[in-house]
């Protein structure tokens, strides 16, 4: 990468500045889980506004829970920012590495099976974590602060985003895979499964907070 700075140690503006350059890195698959992680940053202050109301001292504790939770996943999904950074920086590389000679073939072809088994692995890692996000704010959405509620409908759906932005990141990569690694198996019916997550996560968040956005 051109900028060795962390992304989460970015302004927005530079941050938005590194993603709309040139450079492939870093690319979709950090904003998806960039957006993802801005999903339980939301979870976690629909809690913060929530813990000590009079109105939800019989839920103190599941709100305790789901604003720890909220923060573990942020904190991870940020990680996986830098990783995806990190892993499509190493593809780059690999595709930049001679290739006049048979050894410099083969070394090159090394290389980059591995930088392409990370390449998709990072992404799928980001897609289970944002499915967890998803449903941390459908559960938060009925008995959080109802001034918040849409907050978590936010939450939901950037979360849902971040998801189905990870899997389109796994399924560019996973052709080049190289033959015989179990991912190119495995994967196509986790996608399959996480994407059916994101539809029902989302659906249902967005029906609690319906709900709560309705009521008197």
């Known amino acids: 990468m051109g900028d060795s700075t962390r992304l989460s140690d970015l302004p927005v503006h530079a941050l938005l500045e590194r993603l709309g350059s040139s450079d492939p890195v870093p690319g979709g698959g950090s904003a998806a889980a960039l957006s993802a992680a801005m999903g339980a940053a939301l979870v976690a202050m629909v809690a913060e506004l929530t813990i000590g109301r009079p109105d939800s001292s019989e839920v103190v504790a599941t709100i305790a829970e789901l604003r720890a939770g909220a923060l573990d996943r942020r904190a991870t999904l940020l990680e996986l920012a830098e990783d995806d950074a990190t892993a499509y920086d190493a593809v780059v590389r690999a595709r930049r590495m001679p290739k006049g000679s048979e050894p410099e073939r083969a070394a090159r072809a090394t290389a980059l099976s591995s930088a392409m088994v990370a390449a998709a692995e990072v992404p799928l890692r980001t897609a289970v974590v944002a499915a967890e996000v998803i449903d941390l704010a459908q559960r938060i959405a009925p008995i959080g602060n109802r001034n918040a509620v849409s907050d978590a409908g936010v939450a ?58 309705v009521a008197p």
């Open 156 to 213: 939901a759906l950037l979360a849902a985003a971040g998801l189905r932005g990870a899997l389109l990141n796994v399924r560019i990569n996973l052709p080049y895979l190289p033959a015989g690694d179990p991912l190119r198996d495995s994967a196509p019916l986790e996608v399959a499964r996480l994407e059916a997550l994101a539809a029902d996560g989302e659906h249902a968040a967005m029906a609690a907070v319906d709900a709560q956005l």
